[in-house]
T-cell receptor, first 115, second 109 residues
Framework: AAGVIQSPRHLIKEKRETATLKCYPI?????VYWYQQGPGQDPQFLIS???????DKGSIPDRFSAQQFSDYHSELNMSSLELGDSALYFC??????????????FGPGTRLTVL | GQNIDQPTEMTATEGAIVQINCTYQ??????LFWYQQHAGEAPTFLSY????GLEEKGRFSSFLSRSKGYSYLLLKELQMKDSASYLC??????????FGKGTRLSVIA
């Protein structure tokens, strides 16, 4: 069965650079979530989209932005990177809005290292 | 906001049974999820509870008591591959999941 695809899997950037992370949800899934997980930390919710509209916002820094496109894939844009942005970034997708039970399927993650 | 507590670490023996507890405080409770996460990998879904009681799925079971703000994940017939972090996550109303800090389970021979 198709799973959530994230690219790239690994990314190395320097401070103050920009990065774009991509997420391709499971086919027919209309909701995408972005999480940041630092070393030894639990996943922290950043932002989510339902039907191409932002549905909720968590602890996403102002330096980050995201969007969901017409084909439901999503991109997380990160600017002015800081050392503390080094983390695993997971994308998850689900079918349906938050109001219904909707298991979130996680992608393999993008490991971002900021030097 | 939500407050989710789970033990940081647990150790259990191969073939044994282990229970991982999770307590939470939230308003508008709308479901509790358990995820398994191996180091450096994505969380994978284990179970979902929204009503009180026990949900069984193979070697894994999850229990919920909404009045007590309490859940547990029960793992039977432990295998070495069960060594992982187990994340309790709670949803309130229509908000996204909030994860606990996870319980790192080590299965020893």
């Amino acid at each position: 069965a198709a799973g959530v695809i994230q690219s790239p899997r690994h990314l190395i950037k320097e401070k103050r650079e920009t990065a774009t992370l991509k997420c391709y949800p499971i086919p027919r899934h209309d909701t995408v979530y972005w999480y940041q997980q630092g070393p030894g930390q639990d996943p922290q919710f950043l932002i989510s989209f339902y039907e191409k509209m932002q549905s909720d916002k968590g602890s996403i820094p102002d330096r980050f932005s995201a969007q969901q496109f017409s084909d439901y894939h999503s991109e997380l844009n990160m600017s002015s990177l800081e050392l503390g942005d080094s983390a695993l970034y997971f994308c998850a997708s689900s079918l349906g809005s938050f109001s219904s039970y909707n298991e979130q399927f996680f992608g393999p993650g993008t490991r971002l290292t900021v030097l | 906001g939500q407050n989710i507590d789970q033990p940081t670490e647990m150790t259990a023996t191969e073939g044994a049974i282990v229970q991982i507890n999770c307590t939470y405080q939230t308003s508008g409770f709308n479901g509790l999820f358990w995820y398994q996460q191996h180091a450096g990998e994505a969380p994978t879904f284990l179970s979902y509870n929204v009503l009180d009681g026990l949900e069984e799925k193979g070697r894994f079971s999850s229990f919920l008591s909404r009045s007590k703000g309490y859940s547990y994940l029960l793992l039977k017939e432990l295998q070495m591959k069960d060594s992982a972090s187990y994340l309790c996550a709670v949803r309130s109303g229509n908000t996204p999941l909030v994860f606990g800090k996870g319980t790192r389970l080590s299965v020893i021979a």
